[in-house]
């Protein structure tokens, strides 16, 4: 398994930025396929963004394609997401997730370790 850990969560006004970092640590990250999850208050947890082991094909969830923006760095052991024009409806918990494989990113269960979360709240 992967241990992950987030960070750059925090509170935001409407229109603004923020860029979440996911340190990875205990397998080869540049074999992983990581991706961002979120969770609302009272949701189901969904797709965010996805990026395969060599970066080269990206996913996105329709609700933040173009203004959402995955990437890793593999000699850092990091995933990013750069959010900008953050939405009230962004809020949630961000988690960062990592997969063995390359296909079927969208889903939650192609993911076999989880971070422990970060919250992103977006003020109106």
């Known amino acids: 398994q992967v241990q992950l850990v987030e960070s750059g969560g925090g509170l935001v006004q409407a229109g603004g930025s923020l860029r979440l970092s996911c340190a990875a640590s205990g397998r080869t990250f540049s074999t992983i396929s990581p991706g961002w999850f979120r969770q609302a208050p009272g949701k189901e947890r969904e797709f965010v963004a996805g990026?395969?082991?060599?970066?080269?094909?990206?996913a996105y969830a329709d609700s933040v394609k173009g203004r959402f923006t995955i990437s890793r760095d593999n000699a850092k052991n990091t995933v990013y997401l750069q959010m900008n024009s953050l939405k009230p409806e962004d809020t949630a918990v961000y988690y960062c997730?990592?997969?063995?494989?390359?296909?079927?990113?969208?889903?939650?269960?192609?993911?076999?370790?989880w971070g422990q979360g970060t919250q992103v709240t977006v003020s109106s």
């Open positions: 990026i395969t082991w060599r970066g080269g094909s990206t």
């Open positions: 997730a990592a997969a063995a494989s390359a296909y079927g990113l969208r889903s939650s269960e192609s993911y076999d370790s």
